[in-house]
């Protein structure tokens, strides 16, 4: 458990890291972000940036945009000082943190949601089609029941 700072499009709130792999992490939250969101993890001197993939109750799991110093963290956490290896990479986060300080997390939209987009808009077009082809048919038949009578009173005038 590493107790952590966490940045969303409301602002920094606790949270608890309860388990890290390389590309990601699980956490719990008072109040956890929604999936899709894009949240910003602190502890100590690292930084994790990514993706909120899931949110149950208050546990949510992120994946991170970048490879996770697990070791480099637990280091830190435990022995209250920078893991070594870590300048350079604390070198690189802090220039990311200015980027990501200076503007704000951008609003994801989840792969199930533009999934759903695309299957209605998909839907609705097919329906459109049918309705169009439907109404060219129903035309034609009208077009032909009623020129069959137009051509006998065009012939019984001509004579």
């Known amino acids: 458990m590493l107790n952590a700072r966490m940045r969303t499009e409301e602002g920094w709130s606790d949270v608890t890291i309860c388990n890290l792999s390389p590309r990601g992490a699980m956490a719990k939250a008072l109040t956890p972000p929604q999936k899709g969101d894009f949240v910003e993890l602190r502890c100590g001197s690292s930084s994790i940036v990514g993706h909120v993939r899931w949110s149950q109750g208050v546990r949510f799991g992120i994946r991170a945009q970048d490879r996770i110093d697990i070791s480099g963290m637990l280091a830190e956490q435990r022995d ?17 943190r200015e980027a990501i300080v200076a503007k704000p997390l951008p609003k994801a939209v989840s792969t199930e949601q533009a999934s759903r987009t695309f299957a209605r808009v998909f839907e609705w077009g097919a329906l459109a089609f049918v309705g169009i082809a439907g109404a060219g048919l129903v035309a034609g038949q009208v077009y032909s029941v009623l020129t069959a009578p137009m051509a006998e009173i065009h012939s019984a005038l001509n004579k």
């Open 80 to 96: 209250g000082r920078k893991s070594p290896g870590s300048e350079r990479g604390s070198e690189r986060r802090s220039a990311a």
